[in-house]
């Protein structure tokens, strides 16, 4: 095979272009402070150091493997592919690992444990390369598979759990959400199986490659259309919560939300969070959390109900006025930044599109006509 990769010119230039595109990519998540993607985006700037961390990994591997393209000695070929496991298992898995934590921001994961995933790879690939030996690597490959299933049960679990606490804090999930996480492992996980158990013939080393370009580009569509919520979510300080909770009960938080939220109509404000609306009420984010739940209900949805009522009661309002409008722009006076947002939440509340709706009332109002 390494005889045709030397023959082969695109593919060297393929290898190439890749390692410039991880080392790319790492440059501008380190050095470039506007965001090009999505310039009204702010991303959390330690998932951008760490994702920048495993662009260098990336780019750091590509070039330990390059030499094996042009080894002739079996013996020599066998040494880098061992070298190079040994660095990918230092770097770019535990890396990886870190930037999947990271993505989640409810809380900081700690990090030992993947300390402890990738140890035994790190040991068993050491004891390759001192022996010269890929004896073990089918046993390392067995143990990488069982700790890439481990860490998928892991993520599906922690995502879960994170669009939970999601839709307890924010009104809007705009750039927020990360299920989309689930592609990197997908991707992760397919490129491993191609690795393990294909024949390593000129075809996989193409589609080896193209899904790291692939994996790139997601990886930095990721990193810079994800909100970063720390500047949206301060913590009070114990002593505020304190006060304020001896002072706020369930039974108080009914009325005051009708006075400092529906009266007032912040349920409109762009990207408003639980915090923000305890705050306006008097009470404290535990409090309000635990209030929405004695209600059988949560801060998202609650936010999208008055949302929703209020571009009903607009849409009736234009149309027995008979006025222009558009329904973008009725759903952006009703909170709502994205349009495509707004139709999910509508379709979620009343089981029907808008258009479908609309032409529900619009046939009412002719059969009463």
């Not at 094996?68 to 496991?85: A, F, H, R, V």
């Not at 898995?93 to 994961?109: C, H, N, S």
């Not at 390593?200 to 193209?210: A, R």
């Not at 309002?317 to 952006?332: H, V």
Request: proline share 4%; with cysteine.
């Amino acid at each position: 095979m390494y005889d045709q990769l030397r023959e082969e010119t695109l593919y060297i230039m393929l290898y190439a272009a890749v390692t410039m595109l991880s080392l790319i990519a790492c440059c501008y998540l380190l050095f470039r402070r506007g965001n090009a993607f999505a310039p009204d985006i702010t991303p959390p700037v330690r998932l951008r150091r760490w994702m920048a961390a495993l662009f260098a990994s990336m780019t750091l591997s590509h070039v330990v493997y390059l030499p094996e393209i042009y080894l002739t000695s079996d013996d020599d070929i066998l040494l880098c592919n061992l070298i190079g496991g040994l660095i990918d298992s230092i770097t770019c898995f535990p890396l990886a690992i870190i930037v999947l934590f990271t993505i989640m921001q409810d809380r900081r994961r700690p990090l030992w444990p993947v300390a402890v995933m990738v140890a035994p790879l790190i040991v068993g690939m050491v004891w390759c390369v001192v022996s010269r030996s890929d004896a073990l690597i089918p046993t390392l490959f067995g143990y990488l598979l069982l700790m890439s299933i481990g860490l998928i049960i892991y993520m599906v679990r922690e995502v879960k759990r994170y669009g939970r606490w999601l839709r307890d804090n924010y009104a809007d999930l705009e750039h927020k959400e990360v299920w989309q996480t689930f592609v990197v492992l997908a991707v992760v996980l397919l490129a491993f199986c191609i690795y393990a158990f294909s024949s390593k013939g000129l075809c996989y080393e193409y589609l080896l490659q193209l899904i790291v370009v692939v994996l790139i580009g997601y990886l930095l569509w990721r990193v810079e259309t994800l909100s970063d919520l720390s500047l949206s979510q301060p913590l009070p300080s114990p002593v505020e919560e304190e006060t304020i909770t001896t002072q706020t009960t369930y039974e108080y938080i009914a009325p005051l939300l009708q006075q400092h939220c529906i009266e007032t109509q912040l349920y409109l404000q762009h990207d408003l969070t639980l915090q923000q609306l305890a705050k306006a009420v008097g009470t404290n984010r535990f409090y309000l959390s635990q209030y929405f739940s004695t209600q059988g209900t949560n801060y998202n949805a609650y936010i999208n109900d008055l949302r929703i009522n209020h571009f009903v009661n607009l849409y009736h309002e234009t149309i027995a006025k008979k006025r222009n409008f558009s329904t973008q722009l009725l759903a952006q006076e009703s909170g709502y930044r994205s349009y495509s947002t707004f139709c999910r939440v509508f379709k979620g509340k009343t089981g029907m599109s808008v258009t479908a709706w609309m032409k529900t009332l619009d046939k009412e109002s002719g059969e009463r006509g």
